[in-house]
C-alpha cells in the first residue's frame, strides 16, 4: 500500500473517531513512541505529545474542548497529498462555525511520517505567522464565549 493509501485510511478513521469518540480505533495507525507537534500555536491547540497514548489522549482533549465548542466543522484539501520518502505532505482548510462568533477558517500545513511498519511515528502540523496570529486574536476575544478560555 502506498503511504498516500496509508494516509488517506488514517484520516477516514480519523474522522470516524471523531463522529464515535471512540479514539482507541486510531491505535494501529500509530508506533508506540509517536510523536505529535503542533509548532506556534497557542492553547489548546498547540504543543507536543509523545507515545501513541499521549497522542491519541490530545486528539480527545482538543477536539472535546476545541472543535465539539462549535456548531459545525469541515476539513478541505488544499494542496497534496504528497509523498516525501517516508512521509506524506497535505495543506489543509478547516472552517469552524459557532452562533455569536464569526466563522473561523485556517489553513495548514501537515506532515505525517510512517515507520517501516507504516505506522505514524511523526505528525507535525505548521502555521504561518499571520494564522497563528489570527488565531491568537481569535481565542483572546471569543474564547471565553465559546469555553475556550481566553
Known sequence: ?????????????F????????????AP?????????????????????EGRAAV??????????????????????????????RSVWIRGKVTYVAAGAPTLVFELEETTTFDAQDRISRLEDRYDD????ALTEYLRTYGEKLGLGG
Open 56 to 85: 491519541l489522549a490530545y486528539f480527545k482533549s482538543v477536539l472535546d474542548g476545541f472543535d465539539r465548542r462549535f456548531e459545525s466543522r469541515e476539513i478541505a484539501l488544499v494542496k497534496g497529498p504528497r509523498e516525501e520518502g
Open 15 to 26: 474522522e470516524e473517531a471523531y463522529k464515535s469518540d471512540d479514539w482507541a480505533a486510531l
Open 130 to 133: 499571520e494564522t497563528i496570529s
Open 1 to 13: 500500500m502506498s503511504l498516500i493509501a496509508r494516509f488517506a485510511k488514517y484520516a477516514a478513521a
Open 29 to 49: 495507525y500509530f508506533a508506540e513512541d509517536a510523536v505529535y507537534e503542533i509548532h506556534g500555536v497557542p492553547a489548546p491547540l498547540g504543543g507536543r505529545f
